[in-house]
C-alpha cells in the first residue's frame, strides 16, 4: 500500500469478523513497531502477543473501551520495560510511534485495529497489569486488537489550515 | 513509497543541505500529522511552521539536541491545544502519534527530519515557550526540523524476537 494512502485510510476498526492472523503478517507488524523512533535510540519496548481467548476475553473485561478486544483474532500489547529505559521521560513518546507503526502496518496489511490507551490512568495499569502477570518494571501502554475488518471506513480528511500557523502563534 | 519501505527506511536526518520545502509540500506533511488516530478523536493539536531564519536559530539554542534546525529549510512545532483536550492523560499520545505521522510523510516525500523532543522537560518547555512566545494553554511536544537529507542512512533491521512474548510476559 502506498504510504500516505495507508496515512489517509487508517481508521479505529472495533467490528472483527472470524479469520485468523498468520505468523508471517504478525512478524511484520511487529517490526513495524519495532522500527520506531526512540529516545536516543532506545527501543524500550516489548511486544505481547496474546491469541489465548480466555486472556482477550479478561482483557475486554479488564477496560472500559475494550469490549472488540474478544472478537479480534488477536491482541498486542504494547509495553515497556523501565529497565531498558534511558530517557525516562519519553519512553510514553517512544511507545506511541511503535503504536502509530503497528496500526498503519496492520492498515497495509488489510486488517484492522484500534488504538486502546492504558497508560497513565492509574485504575487501567492496575486492571490489565493483574490480568496479564506483569512484574513490577513492565508498564502496558496500549491494548491493540488486531482482526479482519468486519466494518469498513473510508478515508477522512482532517487537515484544518486553523490548526497551521505561520512562524508564530 | 511503500508503506513498509517507509516505515523501515526512515531514519532520524541530522544533516541538511540548502534547499526549500514547498507549500503544497508542507500541506501534504501537516495533512499526515492531522490523520493520526487521537483519544476520543479530540485531534488537539497545532502545527506551527517556521521559516524565520532567526526564530530556527534561536530554537537551535534553546535546546541541547537542537543544533540542527538551524540548518534545515523548516521546522515544525508540534503542539497541544489543552483546551481542545477532552482525553487529558492521553493527549501526549495523541502529539506523539501525530508527530510519527509526519516523520514518515517526510521521508516518503524524499526529505528529511528527526524527532527533537521536548514535553515533559521543563527546561526544554520553558526555553521553547519562551523563544516563540505561546500562551498558558498552548504546550509545545516536539521540533521536526525538515530539509533535504545532508546524510544518507540505510534502512536498519531493528526486530528482536526476544522482544515478543506469547499470550504472557
Known sequence: MEL?????????????????????????????????????????????????????????????????????????????DLKLVKHLDYWPADCAAATQNILLAVHGLGLGSVWVGIYPRDTRLQEVRKVMTLPEHIIPFSLLPIGIPGEKKPPEDRFRSERVHEDRW
Do not use: K
Request: hydrophobic share 50%; proline share 4%.
Open 4 to 80: 500516505f494512502d495507508a496515512l489517509h485510510g487508517r481508521r479505529a476498526i472495533r467490528q472483527f469478523i472470524a479469520g485468523e492472523v498468520d505468523d508471517d503478517t504478525l512478524r511484520r507488524i511487529l517490526a513495524a513497531g519495532m522500527s520506531a523512533p526512540s529516545a536516543g535510540n532506545e527501543q524500550p519496548w516489548h511486544f505481547i502477543v496474546i491469541h489465548n481467548r480466555a486472556t482477550l476475553a479478561a482483557l475486554s473485561a479488564a477496560h472500559p473501551y475494550a469490549e472488540m478486544v474478544q472478537h479480534a483474532a488477536c491482541a498486542i500489547l504494547v509495553c515497556v
